[in-house]
């Protein structure tokens, strides 16, 4: 997916404030998906929190960089998946 698409959606769920994480293991074909409101913080904390020495190749202003913000789900249903389909 290129940024630009990214950043759209980014953008979008920021606006409407909904979204959904998704994780899988494609060995076993299990997973679990979790939808709920997204929060954006632009703080200096929560931005420490996620920042790694090699997150300045992606944000090179630092951690305070103006395209890093974190996102959090406030997940308020979830469903988990079994086996092959």
């Known amino acids: 997916m290129e940024l630009t698409k990214v950043w759209f959606h980014v953008q ?6 909904e979204g959904c994480l998704y994780f899988y293991d ?3 074909f299990e ?6 409101r997204l929060i954006a ?3 200096r904390e929560h931005r420490e929190l996620l920042w790694t020495d090699d997150s300045v190749q992606y944000y090179p202003e630092g951690v305070m960089d ?3 913000t ?3 789900l406030e997940a308020e249903e979830g469903r988990q998946s079994k086996g092959a389909i």
């Open 70 to 72: 974190v996102l959090e």
């Open 26 to 28: 494609s060995n076993s």
């Open 41 to 43: 913080h632009q703080d």
């Open 31 to 36: 997973g679990v998906c979790l939808r709920g």
């Open 12 to 17: 979008a769920s920021l606006t409407n404030q």
């Open 66 to 68: 103006d395209d890093y």
